[in-house]
């Protein structure tokens, strides 16, 4: 799988080169998603499938940053929409990993430099659709009904909240809607189609299941959302965005990614 790396975005300021220039900020509380997110957030599996250690891309890349300047971090898993709203508050957690931008989120939210981007493929069933879709553009995908996840954001991809059916809690549960008939296809990165594979959810394996990149979608950029009421944000957030440029500039971002790429 390739990654999509995006550009450098100019900094103002040096590098940190020492814990001590953020030394107001001790322990970051972090929250993201309970249906996990591999390869970017996932517990490891033991041999008879129970969930251990938290991991993935995204864990390693803000564990590193931290450790570097000796900040204590705590990862929490909790539904989506709630640990968004929980974390603009800024109090019982300040930080999620894995945002995609949208207006509504900026408000709540300082995002950091993106440190990754995915690629976006619609998925739909066989069963009910043998011969594919025709999809040659992204407007293409509005001639169907689309599911979702509720609380995932598909502004990006030009849909208003009300036009996608997001009664789905998991992939699990949206992909039963899809091979019911109940909508046409749903778009996911496919990144984490193919991550799930490594907490033993291997939906690509399904034979009915087909998917197909959106032709002329971009690729979608990935952020740290960092809470606005949050009384160190601004400082959190040079820490982090001086790491990340670090990180990238070294290759260690990339570095990180290839021991998650399926």
């Not at 009910?128 to 996840?149: E, F, M, Q, T």
Request: glycine share 8%.
């Amino acid at each position: 799988m390739t990654q999509a790396w995006l550009p450098n975005i100019l900094l103002a300021g040096a590098l940190a080169a020492s814990g001590n220039v953020y030394a107001s900020v001790n322990h970051v509380a972090i929250c993201e998603d309970e249906n996990e997110w591999p390869p970017y957030v996932y517990r490891q599996r033991t041999s008879d499938g129970t969930p251990g250690k938290l991991t993935g891309y995204a864990v390693d890349v803000v564990n590193e940053i931290f450790s570097r300047h000796g900040i204590r971090s705590t990862l929490d898993l909790l539904p989506w929409p709630r640990c968004q709203a929980v974390a603009t508050l800024g109090k019982q957690y300040q930080m999620v990993l894995n945002l995609s931008y949208n207006q509504e989120r900026m408000r709540g939210f300082l995002m950091t430099r993106a440190y990754y981007s995915t690629n976006t493929y619609y998925y739909y069933s066989r069963r009910h659709h043998p011969g594919g879709l025709k999809i040659k553009s992204p407007a293409d995908l509005h001639n169907y009904r689309v599911c979702g996840i509720h609380g995932y954001n598909y502004l990006n991809y030009g849909f208003a909240p009300n036009e996608v059916d997001q009664g789905a809690r998991d992939f699990t549960s949206l992909i039963a809607k899809l091979h019911a008939g109940r909508c046409a296809l749903f778009l996911e990165k496919h990144e984490v189609m193919a991550g799930f594979g490594a907490i033993g959810k291997d939906y690509l394996a399904d034979r009915e299941l087909a998917g197909e990149r959106v032709p002329g979608m971009r690729s979608t950029a990935f952020y740290i959302g960092i809470s606005r009421r949050y009384e160190q944000a601004h400082e959190l957030r040079s820490l982090v965005d001086d790491e990340l440029l670090r990180m990238e500039e070294t290759g260690r971002l990339a570095e990180i990614w290839r021991k998650y790429a399926r």
